[in-house]
């Protein structure tokens, strides 16, 4: 039976007119009239008596009326029930290491708030180890950084990637050339933490290539790398998703390395318990916010990818 059709049933007892009830419904009387009577027919009686002036509720009609009321006023509950489900109060405890803070996270935030109004985000933005570790004891409830995690109470999944690149000052006048390692490290060198996964990586390419005498200087903050590189201080190696702002500016440039820098992997873990529904959302919202930004920037700035290799960190 047609919601629709009850509704029209409720306007036209009130109103006792098929005109004034196809003006209150915006449709024609034809339209009210053909509701009705499908009523009527599937109830297998009539329930208005038709006026030369005005329309009548029959008995039976009258009989009608409150299984109709009944039955309206839960399909009104039920669609504020749904429309308001997403109306979720409390805190979800977010964290992210550094690049993202510095390249999805606006849209991840926007996103959250259209989604839920009155959820409030918690932001903790660390090192992967040190956000497992607080996610693993229960300090955090979702979190975006690059190790698949397995640990019960946990559900862990690949996010994407972010390619890594080479970046310089201008003023070192590096970008004119392809560079191999040796040209690398005849200059300072910005790295993540020790003992990083781009550290690590950093670490095994110039092993690689048979270079034992560079000077790496570990930062723990992305912000701090990138103003050390755009002061001409050294070379860096950076996801190009962080520096959008400062390469369309010219105050640092993508340099041509012959030797491939692997790309930064990104994870996606949160807590499966009681509030495993609203963050199993979350992250579906987080999941639209990668692919919206690896569509819109390309390729070279993100890419979807279940694949987790080395290096993972910051």
């Given at each position: 039976?047609?919601?629709?059709?009850?509704?029209?049933?409720l306007w036209l007892v009130r109103l006792k007119s098929f005109r004034l009830t196809a003006e209150k419904l915006h449709i024609t009387q034809a339209a009210i009239s053909g509701r009705i009577a499908t009523l009527e027919q599937e109830l297998g009686t009539r329930l208005f008596d038709r006026g030369t002036k005005e329309v009548s509720i029959t008995q039976q009609g009258?009989?009608?009326?409150?299984?109709a009321e009944r039955i309206v006023r839960l399909s009104q509950e039920l669609k504020r029930e749904i429309s308001d489900r997403d109306r979720v109060g409390g805190l979800v405890r977010l964290g992210v290491i550094e690049s993202i803070v510095h390249s999805l996270l606006p849209e991840v935030t926007q996103r959250i708030s259209a989604a839920f109004p009155d959820l409030g985000v918690e932001l903790t933005s660390d090192t992967t180890i040190h956000l497992v570790a607080q996610l693993q004891r229960g300090d955090l409830d979702i979190m975006i950084q690059t190790d698949l995690i397995s640990s019960p109470g946990l559900l862990s999944m690949p996010l994407g990637k972010y390619p890594m690149r080479w970046v310089a000052s201008p003023s070192l006048n590096l970008g004119?050339?392809?560079?191999?390692v040796d040209d690398l490290a005849t200059h300072p060198i910005i790295s993540f933490s020790k003992n990083s996964g781009p550290h690590r990586a950093l670490m095994q390419l110039f092993s690689d290539n048979g270079v034992d005498r560079t000077r790496i200087n570990c930062v723990n903050s992305?912000?701090?790398?990138i103003q050390l590189v755009r002061d001409g201080y050294g070379i860096a190696v950076l996801p190009p998703a962080v520096l959008q702002q400062q390469v369309a500016t010219g105050e640092v440039e993508l340099l041509s390395?012959?030797?491939?820098?692997?790309?930064?992997?990104?994870s996606l873990t949160y807590r499966t318990g009681e509030d495993g529904l609203l963050l199993e959302r979350i992250a579906d919202l987080i999941i639209q916010s990668f692919d919206s930004f690896a569509?819109?920037?390309g390729d070279s700035v993100a890419m979807r990818d279940v694949t987790m290799d080395s290096p993972r960190d910051n």
């Open positions: 039976m047609n919601i629709r059709f009850l509704e029209t049933f009258s009989k009608v009326l409150p299984y004119h050339r392809s560079l191999d992305v912000a701090a790398i390395v012959k030797s491939p820098f692997p790309p930064l992997q990104l569509l819109t920037f």
